[in-house]
Each structure stands twice: as structure tokens, then as C-alpha cells.
């Protein structure tokens, strides 16, 4: 049987990395984990429970009422995240979500918890998982580790075109503001910020059709999964 590798894919938010992400778990038959969606997940829930994640103990017996799990749509074609039983997975979407998930993600409790889930997520290998820190601190041995990058205008242009059609009334500057507002939260937190592992392969999607992002990046995959 060929060897399973891991595959991490971490860059700035609205990158494409979930839809690079996707292709490659479909195109390999791997499991897709969204990393970012745990920890949109658990803000739902300190935003439901208000909870004050700046209080260490709170935070933590909060987390012990947490359970994530990931469920395979048959009709979306997509695994999809619950919180506690409750599938989440558009829920977290929101931008009221979105405008606190960085700060919630500084936090160590937090990120000691999605990080142990992850890893034992990936222990059999088989799996493609994008966010911020797969590279570098869930998965520092994968074989196979990619960075996204796209111009600022790109990823604004492609979030609100998102966004825009769950939400008519959202604007371009809110969106805006939010990308610049976690990319500068996620880079210049204490504990395991975005960072390029130094093993990781660029790639910059500003000029990349989805289809040729693919076909670059499945031709390394496919070349790393013979090697291993
Ligand atoms: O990928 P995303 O935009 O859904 O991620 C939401 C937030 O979660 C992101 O702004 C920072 C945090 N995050 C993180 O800190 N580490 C990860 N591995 C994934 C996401």
C-alpha cells in the first residue's frame, strides 16, 4: 500500500488555503481538517457562554465543556464541524465570530487544547490541514508543508465576494479591516505565530488560477507520497 504522508498548508487569512486544502484531501482521498474552524468554534461557544477568556481558570473549565468533532457531509461534500453535537460549521462564519477569533486564539489554554485534538487528528496520517501553525508547531515533522501568500487586494476582493453573499450588507472596508486585523493578530501573538516553517514550500496564488494551484501542488504531493 503507498504511504500516507501529512500535508500542512498555513498563510495569511483568505488565502485560499481551505480550497487548495480541499482539492488535495479529494484528489488523495485524505482526511480535511480546518484548523481555523476549532478555534472559530470555541469563540462561539465563549461568545454564547460569556466566557472572559482573559481569565486563565474560567477559560479552562470552560474548555472541558467543549467537545469538537467532524462530521463528512454527503450533501455539501464537505466535512463539517460540531460544537457539543451542534453542527456549527456556517455558523462560525459570521463576522461576529470572525472579529474575536484571534484574540480567543492568543490564549495557551486554547491553543494547548486544539493543538492535542489535531494532533491526535493526524496520528495516522492521511491528512491535509490548513491554519496557521500546522507547520511549525501541530505537525513540524509533516512531509510535506506549504505557505500561502496572495497580494492584500486579492484576498480582500475574494472574502467579500464570500461574505457578500451570506450577508448583503456587509462592506468592503469591514472586511478589510477584519483580514488586516488578524493577519497582524496571528503574525505578532506570543505563542506560535503565522510563521513559514523553514521547510515549507511558497506558494503565492495572486496570478494562480485555482486549477493551476492545484496541478502545482498535487505534483509535489504526488512526488513527496512516492518518496515516502
Ligand atoms: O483559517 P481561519 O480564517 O478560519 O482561522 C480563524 C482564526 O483562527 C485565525 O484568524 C487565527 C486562528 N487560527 C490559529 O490561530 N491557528 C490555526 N492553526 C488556525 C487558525
Known sequence: MMQKIIITIDGWSSCGKSTLAKQLAKE???????????????????????????????????????????????????????????????????LVVAEKVSEVATISAVRDFAVAQQQRMGAAKGIVMDGRDIGTTVFPNAELKFFMTADNSIRVGRRFKEMFEKNPN??????????????????????????????????????????????????IATERINFA
Do not use: C
Not at 493577519?183 to 485555482?210: C, M, V
Open 28 to 94: 488523495l482521498s485524505y482526511v480535511y481538517i480546518d484548523s481555523g474552524s476549532m478555534y472559530r468554534a470555541i469563540t462561539l461557544y465563549f461568545l454564547r457562554y460569556h466566557i472572559d477568556w482573559t481569565d486563565e481558570l474560567q477559560t479552562k473549565s470552560a474548555l472541558e465543556n467543549i467537545e469538537l468533532t467532524f462530521q463528512y457531509n454527503e450533501k455539501s461534500k464537505q466535512s463539517e464541524i460540531y460544537l457539543n453535537g451542534e453542527n456549527v460549521e456556517y455558523l462560525i462564519r459570521d
Open 170 to 219: 456587509i462592506t468592503v472596508e469591514e472586511v478589510k479591516a477584519n483580514l488586516e486585523m488578524r493577519d497582524y493578530i496571528d503574525s505578532n501573538r506570543a505563542i506560535s505565530p503565522l510563521r513559514k516553517a523553514s521547510d515549507a514550500i511558497e506558494l503565492d496564488n495572486t496570478h494562480l488560477s485555482i486549477e493551476e494551484q492545484l496541478t502545482f501542488a498535487l505534483s
